[in-house]
T-cell receptor, first 112, second 114 residues
Framework: DAKTTQPTSMDCAEGRAANLPCNHS???????VYWYRQIHSQGPQYIIH???NNETNEMASLIITEDRKSSTLILPHATLRDTAVYYC?????????????FGGGTRLMVKP | EADIYQTPRYLVIGTGKKITLECSQT?????MYWYQQDPGMELHLIHY???????EKGDLSSESTVSRIRTEHFPLTLESARPSHTSQYLC???FGGGANEKLFFGSGTQLSVL
Protein backbone atom coordinates (compact mmCIF):
# COMPACT_ATOMS: atom_id res chain seq x y z
CA ASP A 1 0.00 0.00 0.00
CA ALA A 2 1.21 3.50 -0.86
CA LYS A 3 2.63 5.73 1.86
CA THR A 4 0.90 8.97 2.77
CA THR A 5 2.20 12.25 4.14
CA GLN A 6 0.05 14.54 6.27
CA PRO A 7 0.79 17.64 8.32
CA THR A 8 1.23 16.81 11.97
CA SER A 9 -1.30 19.34 13.19
CA MET A 10 -3.70 22.05 12.05
CA ASP A 11 -6.00 24.60 13.64
CA CYS A 12 -9.38 25.71 12.39
CA ALA A 13 -11.89 28.26 13.65
CA GLU A 14 -15.28 26.94 14.62
CA GLY A 15 -17.79 27.36 11.79
CA ARG A 16 -15.12 27.64 9.13
CA ALA A 17 -14.15 25.00 6.61
CA ALA A 18 -11.34 22.66 7.63
CA ASN A 19 -9.19 21.55 4.72
CA LEU A 20 -6.92 18.62 5.54
CA PRO A 21 -4.32 17.76 2.90
CA CYS A 22 -2.74 14.41 2.17
CA ASN A 23 0.07 13.55 -0.22
CA HIS A 24 0.22 10.09 -1.75
CA SER A 25 2.60 10.57 -4.67
CA UNK A 26 3.30 6.84 -5.09
CA UNK A 27 -0.34 5.81 -5.28
CA UNK A 28 -1.09 3.20 -7.90
CA UNK A 29 -4.05 3.06 -10.20
CA UNK A 30 -6.04 0.55 -8.19
CA UNK A 31 -5.51 2.14 -4.78
CA UNK A 32 -8.31 4.00 -3.05
CA VAL A 33 -7.98 6.93 -0.65
CA TYR A 34 -9.71 6.48 2.72
CA TRP A 35 -10.15 8.90 5.58
CA TYR A 36 -10.80 7.97 9.18
CA ARG A 37 -10.73 10.10 12.30
CA GLN A 38 -10.09 9.33 15.94
CA ILE A 39 -11.58 11.45 18.64
CA HIS A 40 -9.67 11.38 21.92
CA SER A 41 -9.99 8.10 23.84
CA GLN A 42 -12.19 6.51 21.18
CA GLY A 43 -11.64 4.10 18.29
CA PRO A 44 -11.24 5.48 14.75
CA GLN A 45 -14.34 6.28 12.74
CA TYR A 46 -14.73 5.95 8.98
CA ILE A 47 -15.38 9.24 7.16
CA ILE A 48 -15.18 8.83 3.40
CA HIS A 49 -13.27 7.18 0.56
CA UNK A 50 -12.71 7.63 -3.17
CA UNK A 51 -10.75 6.43 -6.17
CA UNK A 52 -10.46 9.37 -8.54
CA ASN A 53 -13.75 11.27 -8.52
CA ASN A 54 -14.58 13.78 -5.83
CA GLU A 55 -16.89 12.37 -3.19
CA THR A 56 -19.30 13.91 -0.69
CA ASN A 57 -21.32 12.48 2.15
CA GLU A 58 -23.02 13.79 5.27
CA MET A 59 -19.70 14.11 7.10
CA ALA A 60 -17.26 15.55 4.58
CA SER A 61 -16.08 16.04 1.02
CA LEU A 62 -13.06 14.41 -0.56
CA ILE A 63 -11.23 16.16 -3.36
CA ILE A 64 -8.68 14.06 -5.28
CA THR A 65 -6.35 15.76 -7.74
CA GLU A 66 -6.45 14.67 -11.34
CA ASP A 67 -3.05 12.96 -11.10
CA ARG A 68 -4.23 11.34 -7.82
CA LYS A 69 -0.99 12.24 -6.09
CA SER A 70 -2.77 14.20 -3.39
CA SER A 71 -6.18 14.72 -1.86
CA THR A 72 -7.97 17.05 0.53
CA LEU A 73 -10.60 16.22 3.11
CA ILE A 74 -13.01 19.10 3.64
CA LEU A 75 -15.18 19.56 6.71
CA PRO A 76 -17.41 22.39 5.47
CA HIS A 77 -18.42 23.85 8.83
CA ALA A 78 -16.10 22.60 11.53
CA THR A 79 -17.44 22.28 15.07
CA LEU A 80 -15.63 21.70 18.35
CA ARG A 81 -16.65 18.04 18.13
CA ASP A 82 -14.57 17.70 14.96
CA THR A 83 -11.39 18.06 17.03
CA ALA A 84 -9.64 14.75 16.38
CA VAL A 85 -6.73 13.02 14.63
CA TYR A 86 -7.52 12.52 10.94
CA TYR A 87 -5.91 9.63 9.09
CA CYS A 88 -5.43 9.46 5.34
CA UNK A 89 -4.90 5.90 4.12
CA UNK A 90 -4.43 4.45 0.66
CA UNK A 91 -4.97 0.79 -0.09
CA UNK A 92 -5.94 -1.63 -2.76
CA UNK A 93 -9.56 -2.61 -2.38
CA UNK A 94 -9.80 -6.28 -1.58
CA UNK A 95 -6.13 -6.80 -0.74
CA UNK A 96 -5.25 -9.63 1.59
CA UNK A 97 -7.03 -9.09 4.84
CA UNK A 98 -8.06 -5.59 3.84
CA UNK A 99 -5.82 -4.38 6.58
CA UNK A 100 -5.52 -0.68 7.06
CA UNK A 101 -2.20 0.89 7.98
CA PHE A 102 -2.72 3.96 10.13
CA GLY A 103 0.08 6.51 10.04
CA GLY A 104 0.55 9.50 12.29
CA GLY A 105 -2.39 11.47 10.94
CA THR A 106 -3.19 15.17 11.32
CA ARG A 107 -4.26 16.45 14.71
CA LEU A 108 -7.03 18.97 13.97
CA MET A 109 -7.87 21.43 16.69
CA VAL A 110 -11.11 23.36 16.17
CA LYS A 111 -11.08 26.53 18.23
CA PRO A 112 -14.00 28.71 19.34
CA GLU B 1 -23.90 3.30 14.49
CA ALA B 2 -21.74 0.21 14.69
CA ASP B 3 -22.42 -2.34 17.39
CA ILE B 4 -19.02 -3.43 18.57
CA TYR B 5 -18.28 -3.61 22.26
CA GLN B 6 -15.10 -3.89 24.25
CA THR B 7 -14.82 -4.70 27.92
CA PRO B 8 -13.42 -3.65 30.24
CA ARG B 9 -13.00 0.00 29.27
CA TYR B 10 -10.13 0.39 31.74
CA LEU B 11 -8.04 -2.28 33.45
CA VAL B 12 -5.28 -1.89 36.00
CA ILE B 13 -3.56 -5.12 36.90
CA GLY B 14 -0.38 -6.41 38.49
CA THR B 15 2.54 -8.02 36.72
CA GLY B 16 2.20 -11.73 36.03
CA LYS B 17 -1.58 -11.84 35.94
CA LYS B 18 -3.48 -13.48 33.11
CA ILE B 19 -5.96 -11.18 31.43
CA THR B 20 -8.54 -11.43 28.68
CA LEU B 21 -9.83 -8.41 26.80
CA GLU B 22 -13.29 -8.97 25.40
CA CYS B 23 -14.57 -7.84 22.01
CA SER B 24 -18.01 -8.60 20.63
CA GLN B 25 -19.93 -7.40 17.61
CA THR B 26 -23.58 -7.93 16.76
CA UNK B 27 -23.34 -7.11 13.06
CA UNK B 28 -22.39 -10.58 11.83
CA UNK B 29 -19.12 -9.29 10.43
CA UNK B 30 -16.76 -11.99 9.23
CA UNK B 31 -13.51 -10.07 9.75
CA MET B 32 -12.24 -8.85 13.09
CA TYR B 33 -9.04 -7.10 14.14
CA TRP B 34 -7.02 -6.08 17.19
CA TYR B 35 -4.92 -2.92 17.09
CA GLN B 36 -2.55 -1.61 19.76
CA GLN B 37 -2.00 2.10 20.27
CA ASP B 38 0.26 3.96 22.70
CA PRO B 39 -0.75 7.54 23.65
CA GLY B 40 -0.32 9.93 20.75
CA MET B 41 1.18 7.22 18.59
CA GLU B 42 0.12 5.21 15.55
CA LEU B 43 -2.21 2.23 15.57
CA HIS B 44 -0.49 -1.10 14.99
CA LEU B 45 -2.31 -4.24 13.86
CA ILE B 46 -1.48 -7.15 16.17
CA HIS B 47 -4.07 -9.81 15.25
CA TYR B 48 -6.82 -10.38 12.72
CA UNK B 49 -9.36 -13.02 11.78
CA UNK B 50 -11.19 -13.72 8.53
CA UNK B 51 -13.83 -15.86 10.24
CA UNK B 52 -14.48 -18.63 12.73
CA UNK B 53 -11.35 -20.69 13.52
CA UNK B 54 -9.18 -18.28 11.51
CA UNK B 55 -6.57 -16.13 13.26
CA GLU B 56 -3.42 -14.46 11.99
CA LYS B 57 -0.70 -12.28 13.48
CA GLY B 58 -0.50 -8.70 12.37
CA ASP B 59 2.34 -6.36 11.54
CA LEU B 60 3.39 -5.73 15.13
CA SER B 61 4.70 -8.65 17.11
CA SER B 62 2.67 -9.22 20.23
CA GLU B 63 2.85 -11.68 23.11
CA SER B 64 -0.92 -11.81 23.18
CA THR B 65 -3.06 -14.55 21.65
CA VAL B 66 -6.55 -14.51 20.18
CA SER B 67 -9.31 -16.97 19.42
CA ARG B 68 -12.35 -16.92 17.14
CA ILE B 69 -14.73 -19.67 18.16
CA ARG B 70 -17.85 -17.66 17.39
CA THR B 71 -18.40 -15.06 14.67
CA GLU B 72 -19.36 -12.36 17.11
CA HIS B 73 -16.59 -12.87 19.66
CA PHE B 74 -12.83 -12.17 19.33
CA PRO B 75 -11.13 -12.13 22.74
CA LEU B 76 -7.48 -11.24 23.27
CA THR B 77 -5.50 -12.93 26.04
CA LEU B 78 -2.23 -12.12 27.77
CA GLU B 79 -0.99 -15.12 29.76
CA SER B 80 1.35 -13.09 31.96
CA ALA B 81 0.94 -9.34 31.88
CA ARG B 82 4.01 -7.09 32.05
CA PRO B 83 4.44 -3.31 32.31
CA SER B 84 5.50 -3.28 28.62
CA HIS B 85 1.96 -4.41 27.75
CA THR B 86 0.55 -1.12 29.04
CA SER B 87 -1.29 0.38 26.07
CA GLN B 88 -4.68 0.94 24.51
CA TYR B 89 -6.14 -2.06 22.69
CA LEU B 90 -8.70 -1.40 19.97
CA CYS B 91 -10.95 -4.03 18.41
CA UNK B 92 -12.53 -3.59 14.99
CA UNK B 93 -14.70 -5.53 12.56
CA UNK B 94 -15.66 -5.38 8.91
CA PHE B 95 -17.54 -7.41 6.34
CA GLY B 96 -17.45 -8.21 2.70
CA GLY B 97 -14.65 -6.90 0.59
CA GLY B 98 -13.80 -4.41 -2.06
CA ALA B 99 -13.61 -0.67 -1.97
CA ASN B 100 -16.67 -0.13 0.20
CA GLU B 101 -15.41 -2.22 3.09
CA LYS B 102 -15.24 -0.11 6.24
CA LEU B 103 -13.78 -0.82 9.64
CA PHE B 104 -15.96 -0.31 12.70
CA PHE B 105 -14.03 0.19 15.91
CA GLY B 106 -14.91 -0.34 19.54
CA SER B 107 -14.12 2.27 22.19
CA GLY B 108 -10.99 0.43 23.27
CA THR B 109 -9.55 -1.02 26.47
CA GLN B 110 -6.93 1.02 28.27
CA LEU B 111 -4.63 -1.49 29.98
CA SER B 112 -2.19 -0.51 32.70
CA VAL B 113 0.14 -3.16 34.09
CA LEU B 114 1.87 -2.22 37.31
Amino acid sequence: DAKTTQPTSMDCAEGRAANLPCNHSTISGNEYVYWYRQIHSQGPQYIIHGLKNNETNEMASLIITEDRKSSTLILPHATLRDTAVYYCIVRVAGNAGNMLTFGGGTRLMVKP
Amino acid sequence: EADIYQTPRYLVIGTGKKITLECSQTMGHDKMYWYQQDPGMELHLIHYSYGVNSTEKGDLSSESTVSRIRTEHFPLTLESARPSHTSQYLCASSFGGGANEKLFFGSGTQLSVL
